[in-house]
Structures are given as C-alpha cells and as structure tokens.
C-alpha cells in the first residue's frame, strides 16, 4: 500500500480491542493527588468488540459511524485516541470513519473503554502509517487513561502506581466464566467510600494464584458487594463451584476454570437475567497478533 499519509489509496482494517481482567486488585495507599495506589495483574482475554478503520481522503476528519448512547461523540475514547494522535505528529493526514461492534459491556470493569483507545491508537498509527513507538503510543494512552498502556503495550502485565507501571507478566491461560450482573458501577463512588481497603501490604511481582491464592483479592470487593445486591448475589452464586472475584471495580465478576468444557457446563446454569460470556486468558493481546500478521 502507498504510504497513506497525503496519499488517495483508500484502506480499511478491522481489529479486535480486546478484554481484560484484574486477576487481583489490591489498594496499597493513596496519594496526595486523591489517585489511589494500586497493584494489580492484568491479563487478556479473546474476547471484546472490534473496530473497522476506514481512512477516507476525500473527507478529512474523524468519525463515528455508530454513537453510543449517552456518551457524545467528542468525549468517546476512540475518537479522543485519534484526534490525540493525528495532534502528535505534523502535517495533514487522510480522514477516518470508525465503526465499532460493541461486545463488552459498558462500566463492567473489563476495560472496554481503555482497549478502545489502545486499538485506536495502534490501528491509525498503523493505517496513517506514523511509526510512532510503542513507548509513544503508550504515552499518548497514558494520558487517555491509566488502563490505556497495558493494552497498547499488549502483554499481561503486573501494575503499580495507578496501573500504568508495567511489568511483563504469565499467568495461567485458564478459562473464564464472566458475569455481568443487572447494574452499573460508578466507579468514583467506590473509591471514595470510607469502607475501602487502602492499605493492603505492598507484594513482590508474583504470578497471581501462585502458592497461597488467599494472598490476592479484589479491595474494592466488600464495598461493592454491600452497594450492589445483584453484584453479591451472582458472586455467592459462582463461588459454589470455585473462587470467584470482582474485576476492577466491577460490575463483572470471574471464575477460573481448567478448560473450555468445565466453563461452559457452569455457564450454561448461569442465573436468569445475568449477561456475559465464556473466554480464554490468554498473555498476549489478540490485537497485537492482529497486527503482526499485518507486517
């Protein structure tokens, strides 16, 4: 393909924004600032929405194909990732349309937002053919939000400060059953409760679920078990068959499973009127094997 930039070549691209999970999430403090100090294990699942790229020379600017409800267009992630990364760099660049099929839900603390941006990022800087690094993608993300650079960097990761000081990490690629109970989480109102854990013992870089898995929690669990019944109720209902646990703030919850087959038996007797799906961990984001296939 030409090089896109001032060019007439019209290109289109479809990539995966992936899930993730919080395998564990523990508050080791709080800062000046009111940013709350965390560490956590991210890690992947293939499983999200996907997002078609069609750069569009003759009308320039960056657009929306489909809105989503509630949220105008300028304040959605993927339209700010593109108009901060057209901004880092000179010169005119061709126009986009960006059409998304929405798979995860909204505020479920799966990261759909944050791995919006992230595919947003690295697919222009890919189709407007920039080569901006990954340590520049992962700063224009940064700034986006703290969960942004796990995705553009692309590998499960252990996380400190507010999440967005990586180190590489492999966890298991076990499965998952996720669950979305009926509610929506606000996510500022659960880190300013008084309840919340904020000083849980800092921990070394560990695999999650490695040796004694009481170890590693979700501190933000208690408090959002006691706001949202239907949060508590679907996680009684999933620990009867292993751990289960909050993701992030919530409202979707996980439990582990050895194989496909195990997960889905205890999908299928999920409770009436609770959302989610079945997806395997996995270390290595789908997006990025995406792109490699690409070069």
Not at 114 to 125: D, H, K, M, P, V
Not at 158 to 173: C, D, I, R
Not at 186 to 214: Q, V, W
Request: proline share 7%; hydrophobic share 40%.
């Amino acid at each position: 393909m030409e090089p896109a930039r001032g060019g007439t070549v019209t290109a289109s691209l479809t990539l995966p924004s992936p899930a993730k999970l919080n395998l564990f999430l523990h508050i080791v403090g709080r800062r000046p600032d009111g940013y709350h100090e965390l560490q956590t294990l991210f890690q992947f699942l293939d499983f999200g929405d996907d997002i078609t790229f069609t750069l569009t020379p003759e009308q320039p600017g960056i657009r929306l194909t489909d809105s989503v409800s509630g949220v105008p267009d300028d304040e959605n992630l993927i339209v700010r990732a593109a108009k901060a990364l057209a901004a880092s760099v000179s010169g005119p660049l061709p126009g986009v349309n960006i059409g998304v099929a929405k798979r995860l839900p909204m505020g479920g603390g799966l990261g759909g937002g944050s791995s919006n941006a992230a595919t947003t990022l690295l697919g222009l800087n890919h189709l407007w053919q920039l080569n901006l690094s990954i340590d520049e993608l992962a700063e224009l993300g940064l700034a986006l939000g703290a969960d942004v650079p796990v995705f553009v960097r692309g590998h499960a990761a252990f996380g400190e400060g507010v999440g967005e000081k990586l180190t590489p990490a492999n966890p298991p690629e076990d499965w998952f059953v996720i669950l979305k109970p009926a509610c929506n989480i606000n996510t500022g109102k659960i880190f300013s409760e008084e309840g919340l854990t904020r000083n849980t013992p800092r921990i070394k870089i560990a695999p999650a679920f490695e040796g004694d898995a009481s170890r590693y929690r979700n501190d933000c669990e208690d408090v959002v078990r006691k706001l949202y019944p239907e949060v508590n109720r679907s996680l009684e209902w999933l620990a009867q068959f292993g751990p289960a646990r909050l993701t992030g703030t919530g409202a979707c919850i996980f439990g582990r499973f050895p194989t496909e087959s195990a997960a889905r038996i205890i999908w299928e007797s999920k409770p009436s009127g609770v959302t989610g799906f079945v997806a395997k961990g996995v270390n290595s984001s789908p997006l990025h094997k995406k792109l490699t296939e690409l070069k």
